[in-house]
């Protein structure tokens, strides 16, 4: 007989329903925004490598959002440096895992 | 937050300790250990996350250009893991009642960070999970980090934070996490203590410089802080090189401008910062260092080089090439690409209105008091001076003593200063703390 593990309750799930929290719908919306801008930077650099002008013309973001946004995956190791222009762009490359 | 912090529990004991120092900066660091060395028992309170304050967020220092994270470093860790230390992280003052000479209570609030302190290793997982993403205060938002997060790769400690704001309850952090240290359960907790002279290290705020609606501040996005340039300089920098946040290029024509909310009555901050134009030659010449073919222009009022080495500091900037403007700003506007346009006064040239254009703009902000902490003292005044800095008790003779017997002050309380005069500052005061303890207990 199979046995299901036993799933604890988290503590996150203990402290909402304890205090009644409920993320904000401003926050709720801020990470759907999040989500799929994050979304179409990796899909744009899925391709080839890119410079962040190129990304933004292909997403349709601005070019200060797609570098804050590629700049935080920079950081956090998802996507890295794949070369320079003359223009003094760096094109950047998803990392493979 | 504010939520959570009504549930804070009291402790019921009382903690003892010789000193408190406010504010774990490099002043707060350093009257620690001095004292800690002497034999004191110390308790070092650091509102934010780690302790390091502004100066382990440089890049170098001038005029020396010495590393700021390898000086910085090791002086946190000493500070941590000194044996007559106990540092709380994460808290705030809450109230500070003096009883007697050499008695003060103390009411300490520990905000959660929802991470079981001994049991994170600061491996990072939850922070790569979390879906939530917030401009990060430790690099002045140039990027962003998670809603659960580790404060810095050089922080001490080096634990995570959960950022209950901006938390939407997934729990993808608590799954992710491999030895089980996140707990939402964490309680807000009241400490008290008893302690017999207090230092006062809080440090300064930034000049807010979207006060100055003409220098467009966040309005352009090539126009930065020099805080923002010191960490795009830093070794733990936010970006993979010197890069312009506004398109990611690198910028070949950049320019600063001095007393960006200091000297400047208009904004009412009359005094000047005495570190902005030493700060922005240091900048000026690492930046011609990482970026050896872009020009780099500085707008100034008059330079003020009265430290050791800093007159030199200035003349090798010039010969390296930094133009030097005498011209006050007047306005800026956006250009093409990106590019950001500034009209000064040329004042050398007979006072023309001139325009030029740059790649990227720096502001080279002024610094402010950061006075809050007064309102922490229940039965005692905390006197500031005019401006809001901590009033010396006497400003010749005795310059760390404060209007209060047993409460001291070091570094930029006290008014804009470098790094070397903040820790002679915290060195005087903790021989002073360590001088009116004696006085009290003999007496005592
Ligand atoms: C852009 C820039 C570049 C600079 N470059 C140089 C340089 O190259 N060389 C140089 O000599 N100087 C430089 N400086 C000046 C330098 O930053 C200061 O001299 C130094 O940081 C002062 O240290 P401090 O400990 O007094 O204050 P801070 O560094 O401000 O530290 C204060 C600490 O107190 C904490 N705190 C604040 N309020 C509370 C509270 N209520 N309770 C508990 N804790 C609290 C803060 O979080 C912080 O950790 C620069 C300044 C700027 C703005
Ligand atoms: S529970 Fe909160 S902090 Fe943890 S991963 Fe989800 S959003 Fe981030
Ligand atoms: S809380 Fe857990 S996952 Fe996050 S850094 Fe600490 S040990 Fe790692």
Redesign the pocket.
């Known amino acids: 007989m199979s046995r299901r593990p036993v799933r604890r309750k988290l503590t996150v799930h203990m402290l909402r329903d304890k205090l009644g929290l409920k993320p904000s719908k401003e926050l709720t919306d801020m990470l759907k925004r999040q989500t799929e801008i994050k979304v179409k930077i990796t899909r744009a650099l899925r391709k080839q490598p890119k410079t962040v002008p190129e990304i933004a013309e292909e997403t349709g973001l601005d070019t200060y959002t797609v570098f804050w946004y590629l700049m935080t995956m920079f950081r956090h190791g998802q996507v890295e440096e794949a070369g320079k222009t003359d223009e003094g762009f760096f094109k950047y490359k998803l990392r493979e895992r | 937050m504010q939520r959570i912090l009504q549930e804070a529990e009291e402790e019921q004991e009382e903690e003892e300790y010789d000193v408190l120092v ?7 660091e350093t009257a620690s250990l001095d004292l800690a060395d002497m034999g004191f028992k110390v308790l070092l ?4 996350p780690s ?5 382990f967020l ?1 890049s ?3 005029p020396t250009l010495d590393c ?1 994270s390898c000086i910085s470093t090791p002086r946190m860790a000493a500070t941590a893991h000194h044996p007559n230390i106990k540092l709380l992280t994460y808290s ?2 809450q109230e500070i009642e003096k009883l007697g000479e050499g008695d003060f209570r103390v009411k300490i609030l520990k905000k959660p960070r929802f991470v079981e302190e001994s049991l994170c290793t600061g491996c990072g997982q939850c922070e790569q999970a979390c879906p939530v993403i917030v401009p990060k205060e430790y690099d002045f938002g140039l990027r962003g980090r998670k809603a659960a997060y580790i404060p810095f790769d050089t922080a001490v400690p080096k634990i995570a934070v959960i950022d209950i704001d901006h938390c939407v309850f997934c729990g993808q952090c608590e799954r992710a996490c491999p030895v089980g240290a996140i707990n939402f359960l964490q309680k807000p907790r009241i400490i008290k203590a008893r302690v017999g002279a207090i230092i006062i ?4 705020k ?1 000049f807010p410089i979207e006060k100055k609606a003409e220098y467009m501040f966040k309005k352009l996005p090539n126009i930065i802080t ?2 923002q340039m ?1 960490r795009l300089l830093a070794p733990t920098r936010p970006y993979n090189a010197v890069l312009r946040p506004g398109d990611g290029k690198e910028p070949m024509n950049i320019a600063f401008i001095l007393c960006s909310g200091s000297r400047d009555r208009t904004v009412g901050n009359p005094l000047c910062s005495q ?1 902005c134009c ?2 922005s030659i ?1 900048q000026a010449q690492l930046l011609m260092g990482a970026l050896p073919l872009a020009d780099i222009t500085i707008y100034y009022m008059d330079i003020r080089a009265f430290g050791k080495g800093f007159e030199e500091f200035y003349q090798q900037a010039k010969a390296m090439g930094v133009m030097f403007i005498k011209g006050r700003v007047a306005k800026i506007e956006p250009g093409e690409n990106g590019d950001v346009v500034v009209w000064y006064e040329d004042i050398e040239n007979g006072g023309r209105l001139r325009k030029a254009t740059h790649d990227l703009v720096v502001l080279s ?1 002024g ?1 402010l008091p ?1 006075p ?2 007064v309102k922490a003292f229940k039965n005692v005044k905390l006197e500031l001076d005019d401006y809001g800095w901590v009033k010396p008790r006497d400003e010749n003779i005795s310059p760390v003593e404060t209007s209060i017997p047993g409460v001291f002050a070091a ?3 006290l008014g804009p ?4 005069d ?1 820790v002679l500052e915290a060195e005087a005061a903790a021989a002073q703390a360590a001088a009116y303890l004696r006085e009290v207990r003999r007496h005592g």
């Open positions: 406010i504010g774990g900066g490099i002043a707060g309170v650091e509102k934010e302790i390091g304050g502004k100066m440089l170098k220092v001038f700021a705030e003052i290290a809080t440090g300064y930034l020099a805080m010191d570190v030493m700060y240091k902000v610094l950061n809050e902490i570094g930029c309380i200063k470098d790094i070397p903040t």
